[in-house]
């Protein structure tokens, strides 16, 4: 056929379509006229009703429940204690009285602070502290002040303060305060032999000024000084910790459920897997007390049954260079514990307390223990349950942005609106799907029932893979119906699936989906 020819017979076939679609009304002068439109396509699968930080997948494809969290059980505040620790001076010449000229040393002074800590520290790079110092002259000439720390560094470079301090006036003392961060200091605590622990030195130098004249320094007059160390939190600390007990109990929410609220799910399989990681270079003997979980809806709650709870584990020490924490692992699951009760409580919540105690054994390490602030005790929680269930009205949705394609010069002609849906179904399940006309604020505005079902994909035996099944299922929009329409901004489509084989398990695959291809069709009535 050639393209002259081509164009007449399309032109013909136009014709015969637009009488076929116009069934005129001889008696009433009208007729029914349709427009067909677009509305979207959408897509249904695991990620409908599964989030990706819930769900995880296995070689096979098959898909899990997933839940991971660490639970809190101590921290470097509870382990290493460095005491506020002050040092105050009072310096002044023995006897008698002597004449000082510009730039000559007044005082010097060599002092050795000792950090009262429980623990015997040979090193500590602090996370957080300040040192705090006030310093007064009580002499008749202007003094500069240097006070070093040479083992307290920063960027290889000890604390070296350098300050002026004015002269007395009258009995009042020429004063000068603030205070240094101390965040990222390294200390070295082995004092000036390098043989002992929780020690620096300081150096107290006192000069009389250039800008001051020849003073006379007196027996009365005097230099006092004070440094507190303050809050010093270390993010790394060296040395022998003190053996202590500790205590960590608490409460974190679980959402692995959230998901399966909008239907009666039942499994058979759950794993629980518990990992208890030493990350201090200490030995540690730790306990279970207790591990519950809880649904504070339906104030349900089961207790762990398990060999693990209320034992004793020794949690050898972890080592440098490189950084390598020990753990121990425990697997919960049906064989060997309670744990698959769980599911019947479908639990939002866990509480725990375990009992710990650090270098049960002393100082075995010759001062070699360590800890970094981020780099504790943990106890993680690996939550898997395969989707392998048999389940009734297992509720998922799309939703997707929409406005009516038409002009409101043709809304009085309306008749109706049929709206058409095309699925291709590869999950084996079947489903009742409604379309859900929503408002801009997501408020349902209608829900349209649809008048069949989806049909469910046929399984290959032995195989994840599915032949998919079509169906086509169409819903009417009355025109006593469009004006509450109108505002629909939003559609949605519901998908509500059940097995149809109930109680035999049906196990879920990645790539179980289900396509949906929505189109609609106004009706019109027009007249002459």
């Not at 819903?475 to 084989?501: D, G, H, Q, V």
């Amino acid at each position: 056929m050639n393209t002259k020819t081509t164009n007449y017979f399309l032109f013909f076939v136009s014709i015969a379509l637009i009488i076929q679609g116009c069934k005129k009304d001889q008696d009433k002068s009208n007729w029914l006229t349709n427009w067909v439109f677009p509305i979207a396509q959408t897509t249904i699968g695991i990620n409908s009703l599964v989030p990706d930080s819930l769900r995880t997948v296995n070689n096979d494809g098959s898909v899990n429940l997933s839940y991971v969290t660490n639970l809190n059980t101590i921290n470097t505040n509870d382990l290493i204690v460095i005491p506020d620790t002050t040092i105050l001076n009072r310096i002044s010449i023995p006897f008698g009285s002597f004449l000082v000229n510009p730039g000559a040393d007044v005082f010097q002074k060599t002092e050795v602070i000792n950090f009262n800590s429980s623990s015997r520290l040979t090193r500590a790079i602090l996370k957080s502290g300040k040192l705090i110092y006030t310093i007064k002259n009580y002499t008749n000439g202007i003094l500069d002040i240097n006070y070093l720390v040479p083992d307290a560094k920063l960027n290889e470079v000890g604390i070296n303060l350098n300050k002026t301090i004015p002269k007395k006036e009258a009995n009042v003392p020429g004063i000068s305060s603030g205070e240094i961060d101390l965040s990222g200091y390294s200390l070295k605590l082995t004092g000036l032999s390098n043989l002992l622990t929780n020690q620096i030195t300081s150096y107290i130098t006192a000069k009389l000024s250039s800008n001051s004249p020849a003073t006379t320094i007196t027996m009365e007059g005097s230099l006092v000084l004070s440094f507190t160390f303050s809050k010093l939190v270390p993010t790394y600390a060296r040395g022998n910790f003190a053996p202590q007990i500790f205590n960590a109990e608490g409460e974190t929410d679980v959402n692995i459920f959230e998901p399966l609220q909008g239907g009666n799910f039942d499994f058979d399989k759950l794993s629980l897997s518990l990992v208890l990681e030493n990350g201090i270079g200490a030995d540690v003997k730790a306990k279970l007390d207790n591990f519950k979980v809880s649904n504070s809806q339906t104030n349900q709650s089961l207790n762990l049954n398990h060999s693990l709870v209320g034992a004793n584990l020794n949690l050898a020490r972890a080592t440098e260079n490189p950084y390598t924490p020990t753990r121990k692992y425990f697997i919960l699951d049906e064989t060997n514990s309670n744990a698959l009760d769980f599911l019947d409580v479908k639990p939002n919540k866990i509480s725990y307390k375990i009992q710990g105690e650090l270098n049960p054994l002393g100082n075995i390490s010759n001062l070699n223990d360590f800890v970094y602030s981020d780099k504790l005790i943990k106890a993680l929680i690996d939550l898997k349950i395969p989707l392998n269930f048999s389940a009734e009205k297992i509720t998922l949705s799309d939703t997707t942005s929409f406005s009516w394609p038409i002009d409101e010069k043709r809304e009085p002609y309306i008749n109706k609106i049929k709206i058409k849906m095309l699925a291709k179904n590869q999950i084996p399940l079947g489903c009742r799907i409604s379309l859900l006309f929503l408002d801009e604020n997501k408020k349902l505005i209608k829900e349209k029932l649809s008048n069949g079902d989806i049909l469910a994909a046929e399984q290959v035996q032995g195989s994840s893979q599915t032949i998919s099944a079509t169906s086509t299922i169409i819903t009417t929009i009355s025109k006593e119906e469009y004006p509450e329409l109108k505002k629909t901004k939003f559609i949605a489509w519901k998908t509500e699936f059940n097995t149809y084989n109930l109680p035999q398990k049906n196990t879920w695959y990645s790539n179980y989906t289900l396509k949906i291809n929505t189109s609609g069709t106004f009706e019109y009535r027009m007249h002459l």
